[in-house]
């Protein structure tokens, strides 16, 4: 059984820099994808970046690209998502996927989803 938690959230002001933390409890982290959603309140959800297993291919929302940086730590199997120069825009609440073999930009595409992270910058 797959559970997903995220940490590191919070409210900040525009220009600042977050860092968010994506816990994998179960098997197979190191044969799985994990990507970041977001949603924003009134708005559907929305692709923020991917990183497969291996880390050697990453995938970015052109609105976070330069940005943001996804990344993993497979000893720890943790997923992070770095967010640089914050932007009002950015306030939603974070949720951290995972889905086995190759990643994907959508998101029914996941199979286990954690319970998200609120982020609010202020501007």
């Known amino acids: 059984h797959v559970q997903l938690a995220e940490s590191g959230g919070g409210l900040v002001q525009a220009g600042d820099s977050l860092r968010l933390s994506c816990g994998y409890s179960?098997?197979?982290?190191?044969?799985?994808?994990m990507a970041w959603f977001r949603q924003a309140s009134g708005k559907e959800r929305e692709f923020v970046a991917a990183?497969?297993?291996?880390?050697?291919?990453?995938d970015y929302a052109d609105s976070v690209k330069g940005r943001f940086t996804i990344s993993r730590d497979n000893a720890k199997s943790t997923v992070y998502l770095q967010m640089n120069r914050l932007k009002p825009e950015d306030t939603a609440v974070y949720y951290c996927a995972a889905k086995l073999g190759y990643y994907s930009d959508y998101g029914q595409d996941y199979e286990y989803w954690g319970q998200g992270t609120q982020v609010t910058v202020s501007s």
């Open positions: 179960g098997r197979e982290f190191n044969s799985s994808a």
């Open positions: 990183i497969t297993w291996s880390s050697r291919t990453t």
